[in-house]
């Protein structure tokens, strides 16, 4: 008592837990000794080295702060990478988990017969240590192929930050910690390894995560195709690819990184489609609306829900900003934002210019904002109304001018101060009593 843990018969790989009240029989104490044996030689060491280039450091002046600053990240491009196990090592103790692996899934089938009774504890030990025998042969397999890949991890194409938390990962982090995870998938994401080939690693690289990655690819790939488009035929075959990249995208709105989606789609002009995953990752944020009328606004919980739900639309509003912006310093939008009285409407194409030109800006934010207010797909969607709605009074924009179906309870409830803008909704929809009154 009173002893750290590593002095009461631990080691520098940890310490036994004593009065534990699992009791595991014989059998499953020695297929977890035997594992370790397997495992222990590879278990803490460094699953890459890596030779930074040399960075000149400035020399620390007289007249400089203590403690001095920390050292500039290393850089990435010109790194000389290496897998922390030879391919023979690799190979030896994928041969033998695997071995292990085979006769586990031989003999865990007769443990749940009832002529072989064994113990809950003995049934959950035999299948965490199968979990952790294949988790181990995925990461042999991707240390297998990253070790093909080092002169892309020396191009400098993957951030700085990622490769340098790579390459402080262990194997045991590589198999057992979710937040190594996150650092494989920027390897995936900057192209390091494809996505393709990730897919016996499933301990690794989840489902969603591949598809996700193959929806980068293919937005990826029509980015680098929009600078060639000379036909109208070319324009239709992206937006089909794009569709597919954003179905992808939708399907996964509960799992994917959104500032990554929408830097990926705004790249190709994708702004519908951008619309329309921030509302589907919204509503898989907070799917039963609890965060729309609270009973207890206080509560936690609820205003957690209420800013993941404004993230996503603070995305949307960022599209709407750089419009109106854009209008702004041309000189094409004056206080009076109305259209003529029954003129047409501009469709908006599925892929927008990535410059756009001083007379189609008007009518493109028009298009965006009917999109975003009078669009089917958003009816339901009462708080993305609401943000829409109050961006536009912030802007200067007329908001009566479009058939929101939450417009007239926003104006009487959020713009007390601004009555004029509820008398010209009423005056826009031809009620001048009511006009007059208000």
Same mark, same amino acid.
Request: proline content about 7%.
């Given at each position: 008592?009173g002893?750290?843990?590593?002095?009461m018969?631990?080691?520098?790989?940890? @310490?036994?837990v004593f009065?534990?009240?699992?009791?595991?029989s014989?059998?499953m104490?020695?297929?977890?000794?035997?594992?370790?044996?397997?495992?222990?030689?590879?278990?803490?060491?460094?699953?890459?080295?890596?030779?930074?280039?040399?960075?000149?450091?400035?020399?620390?002046?007289?007249?400089?702060?203590?403690?001095?600053?920390?050292?500039?990240?290393?850089?990435?491009?010109?790194?000389?990478w290496?897998?922390g196990?030879?391919?023979?090592?690799?190979?030896?103790?994928?041969?033998?988990?695997?071995?292990?692996k085979?006769?586990?899934?031989? $003999?865990?089938?007769?443990?749940?017969?009832?002529?072989?009774?064994?113990?809950?504890?003995?049934?959950d #030990?035999?299948n965490g240590?199968?979990h952790?025998?294949?988790?181990?042969?995925?990461?042999l397999?991707?240390?297998?192929?990253?070790?093909?890949?080092?002169?892309?991890?020396?191009?400098?194409?993957?951030?700085?930050?990622?490769?340098?938390?790579?390459?402080?990962?262990?194997f045991?982090?590589?198999?057992?910690?979710?937040?190594?995870?996150c =650092?494989l998938?920027?390897?995936?994401?900057?192209?390091?390894?494809? $996505?393709?080939?990730?897919?016996?690693?499933p301990?690794?690289f989840?489902?969603?995560?591949?598809?996700?990655?193959?929806? @980068?690819?293919?937005?990826?790939?029509?980015?680098?195709s929009?600078t060639?488009?000379?036909s109208?035929?070319?324009i239709?075959?992206?937006?089909?690819?794009?569709?597919?990249?954003?179905?992808?995208?939708?399907?996964?709105?509960?799992?994917?990184?959104?500032?990554?989606?929408?830097?990926r789609l705004?790249a190709?002009?994708?702004?519908?489609?951008? =619309?329309?995953?921030? #509302?589907?990752?919204?509503?898989a944020?907070?799917?039963?609306?609890?965060?729309?009328?609270?009973?207890?606004?206080?509560?936690?919980?609820?205003?957690?829900?209420?800013?993941?739900?404004?993230?996503?639309y603070?995305?949307?509003?960022?599209?709407?900003?750089?419009?109106?912006?854009?209008?702004?310093?041309?000189?094409?939008?004056?206080?009076?934002?109305?259209?003529?009285?029954?003129?047409?409407?501009?469709?908006?194409?599925?892929?927008?210019?990535?410059?756009?030109?001083?007379?189609?800006? =008007?009518? =493109?934010?028009?298009?965006?904002?009917?999109?975003?207010?009078?669009?089917?797909?958003?009816?339901?969607?009462?708080?993305?109304?609401f943000?829409i709605?109050?961006?536009?009074?912030?802007?200067?924009?007329?908001? @009566?001018? @479009?058939?929101?179906?939450?417009?007239?309870?926003?104006?009487?409830?959020?713009?007390?101060?601004?009555?004029?803008?509820?008398?010209?909704?009423?005056?826009?929809?031809?009620?001048w009593a009511?006009?007059?009154?208000?």
């Amino acid at each position: 008592r009173g002893q750290p843990p590593f002095q009461m018969g631990g080691s520098s790989l940890g @310490y036994s837990v004593f009065q534990s009240a699992t009791q595991l029989s014989a059998r499953m104490r020695g297929l977890y000794l035997y594992l370790s044996r397997l495992l222990r030689p590879v278990w803490l060491s460094h699953v890459m080295h890596v030779a930074w280039p040399a960075t000149e450091k400035p020399k620390r002046k007289r007249d400089d702060w203590w403690p001095p600053p920390p050292d500039p990240p290393p850089m990435a491009k010109g790194a000389q990478w290496q897998c922390g196990f030879s391919k023979s090592q690799r190979g030896f103790a994928r041969s033998q988990l695997l071995l292990l692996k085979s006769a586990l899934d031989r $003999c865990l089938p007769r443990l749940t017969t009832a002529s072989n009774p064994v113990s809950p504890e003995d049934l959950d #030990s035999a299948n965490g240590a199968l979990h952790l025998v294949t988790a181990s042969v995925e990461a042999l397999d991707f240390l297998e192929l990253l070790s093909g890949c080092t002169a892309a991890m020396a191009s400098g194409s993957c951030p700085a930050e990622t490769l340098l938390r790579f390459s402080e990962l262990t194997f045991r982090d590589l198999v057992c910690q979710p937040e190594a995870r996150c =650092i494989l998938q920027g390897l995936m994401q900057a192209g390091i390894v494809a $996505c393709r080939d990730l897919s016996n690693c499933p301990s690794l690289f989840s489902k969603a995560a591949l598809e996700v990655q193959e929806a @980068y690819e293919i937005l990826k790939a029509v980015e680098s195709s929009l600078t060639a488009v000379n036909s109208t035929l070319e324009i239709a075959r992206l937006s089909h690819f794009t569709h597919r990249g954003l179905a992808i995208l939708e399907r996964h709105a509960a799992h994917i990184n959104l500032m990554e989606a929408a830097s990926r789609l705004r790249a190709v002009g994708a702004c519908k489609g951008l =619309i329309s995953l921030c #509302s589907g990752v919204a509503r898989a944020r907070d799917p039963k609306d609890e965060s729309l009328r609270p009973q207890d606004p206080s509560n936690p919980r609820i205003q957690q829900l209420h800013y993941a739900r404004l993230e996503c639309y603070q995305v949307v509003l960022g599209i709407l900003d750089d419009v109106l912006s854009f209008a702004r310093q041309r000189g094409r939008l004056q206080s009076s934002f109305a259209l003529p009285p029954g003129g047409p409407h501009v469709e908006l194409p599925e892929l927008l210019p990535a410059r756009l030109s001083e007379f189609d800006a =008007i009518p =493109i934010l028009d298009g965006l904002l009917r999109h975003c207010l009078e669009g089917h797909r958003y009816q339901a969607d009462e708080l993305f109304h609401f943000c829409i709605l109050k961006w536009m009074m912030q802007s200067g924009l007329p908001p @009566y001018q @479009y058939k929101s179906p939450y417009l007239k309870n926003f104006l009487l409830v959020h713009a007390k101060d601004h009555p004029e803008l509820h008398c010209r909704y009423l005056q826009h929809n031809g009620q001048w009593a009511e006009a007059c009154d208000a």
